[in-house]
């Protein structure tokens, strides 16, 4: 008779347990993007009279056919729950393990108490132990699965659905029950074509729509790894990282400083990271709302710009801690050769992009909502967006969304510009584009049938001829003022609004003078310096209101912005 043989492993089941021949191994769970440890899974191995480990797909369905299973799966928690207790003795902050339950568990009426007094004895958390469990217990007797579920939720335990996509009602499932984790079967990366690509990456995106976190079993190779990076899977697990072992290697692997296992202050810290959906076409804005994602993979996801980054930041630093490859390319086409050269240009506390960059972060913080700023750099316009993700002691993570728009992009732009223009100038009475490094002016809009005043020889011999006809006598000389060009990028700096206005009477072209808005705003778009002068009529009572401080305090209209 083997030792594999159905007679030999139902007789011999309470002496490999009594004599340590059913031992629980762990397969480590890494987190995708800090390489970190955070978990391991619990598996159950059986070593035969020969020292040889018998193959679980052996021994497990003996188990389930004699009912020796829930023993089996109790053992293995309660090795690793041992397990647990030893590492916290000893300091290794490796915080949760998953085990494995069989359908049949959940028939046993002791179930919630046996867990519980196991955790109780070795003195473990609820939420250090992580239920993995298939579709196919739910399908057994799903009143009581029901009952289950809630009382472990409940109580706090953490629960996944395990082999996700192996069967037939997956998504039946994510609509009657709220997991925390959905772990995707190997099977999708077994033959990873660009459908294949396509499907899991869907899922993963669908997992965080619903705010479940996700991990993917049998990662084997660096492709592999890549691929569930780019598409935002969280968690990873198999042979390219490492086999299950047995808890000696477990722990000289936690004392490796390259896979130190993460704080929890680190778990909670990427765990609300994790929600964000780098395939969202709007991953920034989906996120905020979760508050109540070569060769033949260039086809993939297409439909959106996936330009997404997380940074890292602290009171002085930007670094990078993962990008995808929409993101390298806009980097490139601002003129970085690499990602340090624009890390590099973000933490110069000096530069510009400092500046910018940490107001936006702060902006941020303060607001808790997606801050954008639009800007030119080496000829590429370009839209830097930034969402808070999460906290940790001195650290905080951004996603970080980079836009850049090029001449054959601008075409399509400018197409909706003529198509929305007219709707969008008629706001004003007047618009006028001014170049001072050319020394020109030129006007794009007007309401009224004015004479053309943009085409004197000079800027200023332009403003002077307008100021002349167009504004009232008593404003003229504030007009100039305001019109200034020497002075004017040192005023619209020092705003805080970053655009100058003040009021003055107009004329345009008839008796009486009425109060009008001028605003100036230094447009970023152009390769060179470049100011948009808007004029608008006030409306109703600012009408009353302006005659009334031009009496009783003119001093105030000499101070713009008000």
């Known amino acids: 008779m083997g030792h594999t043989d159905e007679v030999y492993l139902v007789n011999h089941f309470h002496e490999a347990v009594e004599n340590g021949l059913i031992q629980a191994y762990f397969q480590p769970i890494y987190r995708s993007y800090t390489g970190k440890i955070f978990c391991a899974e619990t598996l159950a191995r059986w070593?035969?009279?020969?020292?040889?480990?018998?193959?679980?797909?052996?021994?497990?369905?003996?188990?389930?056919?004699?009912?020796?299973?829930?023993?089996?799966?109790?053992?293995?928690?309660?090795?690793?729950?041992?397990?647990?207790?030893?590492?916290s003795d000893r300091g290794t902050p490796l915080y949760s393990f998953s085990v494995n339950l069989s359908k049949l568990d959940f028939k046993n009426?002791?179930?919630?108490?046996?867990?519980?007094?196991?955790?109780?004895?070795?003195?473990?958390?609820?939420?250090?132990?992580?239920?993995?469990?298939?579709?196919?217990?739910?399908?057994?007797?799903?009143?009581?699965?029901?009952?289950?579920?809630?009382?472990?939720?409940?109580?706090?335990?953490?629960?996944?659905?395990?082999?996700?996509?192996?069967?037939?009602?997956?998504?039946?499932?994510?609509q009657n029950y709220s997991f925390d984790v959905i772990?995707?079967?190997?099977?999708?990366?077994?033959?990873?074509?660009?459908?294949?690509?396509?499907?899991?990456?869907?899922?993963?995106?669908?997992?965080?729509?619903?705010?479940?976190?996700?991990?993917?079993?049998?990662?084997?190779t660096k492709e592999h790894k890549g691929f569930l990076e780019a598409i935002g899977c969280e968690a990873q697990q198999g042979f390219y990282y490492s086999k299950p072992i047995p808890k000696e290697e477990l722990i000289s692997?936690?004392?490796?400083?390259?896979?130190?296992?993460?704080?929890?202050?680190?778990?909670?810290?990427?765990?609300?990271?994790?929600?964000?959906?780098?395939?969202?076409?709007?991953?920034?804005?989906?996120?905020?709302?979760?508050k109540v994602i070569q060769g033949e993979t260039d086809n993939l996801f297409s439909s959106f710009d996936n330009s997404i980054a997380l940074m890292e930041c602290s009171q002085t630093q930007f670094n990078y801690v993962y990008v995808t490859r929409g993101y390298l390319e806009r980097v490139r086409?601002?003129?970085?050769?690499?990602?340090?050269?624009?890390?590099?240009?973000?933490?110069?506390?000096?530069?510009?992009?400092?500046?910018?960059?940490?107001?936006?972060?702060?902006?941020?913080?303060?607001?808790?909502?997606?801050?954008?700023?639009?800007?030119?750099?080496?000829?590429?316009?370009?839209?830097?967006?930034?969402?808070?993700?999460?906290?940790?002691?001195?650290?905080?993570?951004?996603?970080?969304?980079?836009?850049?728009?090029d001449s054959e992009r601008e075409v399509s732009t400018a197409r909706e510009m003529l198509n929305y223009g007219s709707a969008l100038f008629s706001t004003y009475e007047l618009a006028v584009l001014i170049f001072?490094?050319?020394?020109?002016?030129?006007?794009?809009?007007?309401?009224?049938?004015?004479?053309?005043?943009?085409?004197?020889?000079?800027?200023?011999?332009?403003?002077?001829?307008?100021?002349?006809?167009e504004v009232a006598a008593p404003d003229q000389s504030r007009y100039m003022q305001f019109m200034d060009f020497k002075t004017m990028k040192g005023r619209i700096d020092s705003s805080p609004k970053k655009f100058i206005q003040s009021y003055f009477r107009m004329r345009w072209g008839e008796e009486s003078n009425n109060w009008h808005t001028a605003r100036v705003t230094e447009i970023p778009t152009y390769s060179?310096?470049?100011?948009?002068?808007?004029?608008?009529?006030?409306?109703?009572?600012?009408?009353?209101?302006?005659?009334?401080?031009?009496?009783?305090?003119?001093?105030?209209?000499?101070?713009?912005?008000?």
Not at 529 to 538: E, G, H, M, N, R
């Open 109 to 174: 009426e002791d179930l919630f108490e046996t867990i519980t007094a196991i955790l109780k004895k070795y003195d473990v958390p609820h939420d250090a132990i992580k239920l993995e469990i298939t579709e196919g217990h739910m399908l057994e007797d799903i009143d009581a699965f029901q009952k289950s579920f809630k009382q472990f939720s409940d109580a706090g335990f953490s629960i996944w659905l395990d082999d996700f996509g192996s069967g037939y009602s997956s998504l039946n499932m994510l």
């Open 333 to 405: 086409e601002l003129g970085f050769d690499s990602l340090s050269g624009l890390e590099q240009a973000f933490s110069n506390q000096r530069s510009h992009q400092f500046l910018m960059v940490r107001k936006l972060i702060l902006d941020a913080l303060e607001k808790g909502t997606i801050q954008t700023v639009e800007y030119v750099n080496k000829d590429v316009y370009y839209r830097l967006s930034v969402q808070l993700l999460a906290r940790k002691k001195g650290w905080v993570m951004m996603a970080v969304r980079l836009s850049t728009f």
């Open 183 to 220: 772990k995707f079967d190997m099977m999708f990366l077994k033959d990873l074509t660009v459908k294949g690509k396509n499907v899991l990456a869907s899922l993963i995106s669908m997992a965080k729509t619903l705010g479940i976190h996700t991990l993917v079993e049998g990662v084997e």
């Open 436 to 469: 001072p490094e050319r020394n020109m002016s030129s006007r794009l809009y007007t309401a009224n049938d004015l004479p053309i005043y943009d085409q004197e020889s000079s800027i200023s011999g332009s403003v002077e001829k307008f100021c002349k006809a």
């Open 528 to 562: 060179e310096k470049a100011y948009l002068l808007t004029i608008q009529s006030v409306q109703g009572s600012g009408q009353q209101i302006l005659d009334w401080t031009v009496n009783e305090r003119p001093d105030l209209l000499n101070i713009v912005n008000l």
């Open 253 to 290: 692997l936690l004392d490796e400083k390259t896979a130190v296992p993460e704080t929890m202050e680190d778990k909670i810290y990427w765990d609300r990271i994790g929600q964000l959906n780098f395939l969202s076409p709007n991953p920034l804005k989906e996120f905020t709302r979760s």
């Open 47 to 87: 070593f035969g009279p020969d020292g040889e480990i018998l193959p679980p797909d052996t021994f497990v369905p003996v188990m389930e056919q004699h009912n020796l299973i829930f023993q089996m799966d109790m053992e293995i928690l309660r090795q690793a729950s041992a397990f647990y207790k030893e590492l």
